[in-house]
């Protein structure tokens, strides 16, 4: 079954939109240089996200989100614990952020 993998990023106020737009650049450049460790093929299944533009007002200081798709548990469970692309770009938020918010789910399970 498919897992689901829903990041959430409340940039710091005083981080440049250009600064910004390429943090959230290289984490939808994951999908292509996050490779298995086995076949050394790509294996995040999609990625996309972007700003906030919701008018409800309840984002609470959230500015970005992401989602990342998985083929399965075994493929996220390497992107999080193991992946060496994955865990440079998370280190190189430090500074940039103030709150990230992360939530997995597997497709169907209620």
């Not at 700003?51 to 399965?72: C, L, M, P, R």
């Amino acid at each position: 079954m498919g897992i689901t993998h829903i990041v959430q990023f409340q940039f710091k106020s005083d981080i440049s939109a250009d600064v910004i737009e390429d943090t959230c650049k290289r984490m939808l450049a994951l999908k292509d240089t996050c490779l298995h460790p086995v076949s050394q093929q790509p294996y995040i299944k999609s990625s996309f996200g972007g700003k906030d533009n919701s008018i409800e007002g309840i984002q609470n200081g959230i500015t970005h989100a992401f989602v990342v798709e998985f083929e399965n548990a075994e493929d996220r469970d390497f992107y999080v614990r193991s992946d060496s692309v994955h865990h440079a770009f998370v280190k190189s938020l430090d500074g940039l952020i103030d709150k990230a918010q992360v939530i997995d789910f597997t497709h169907g399970k209620y």
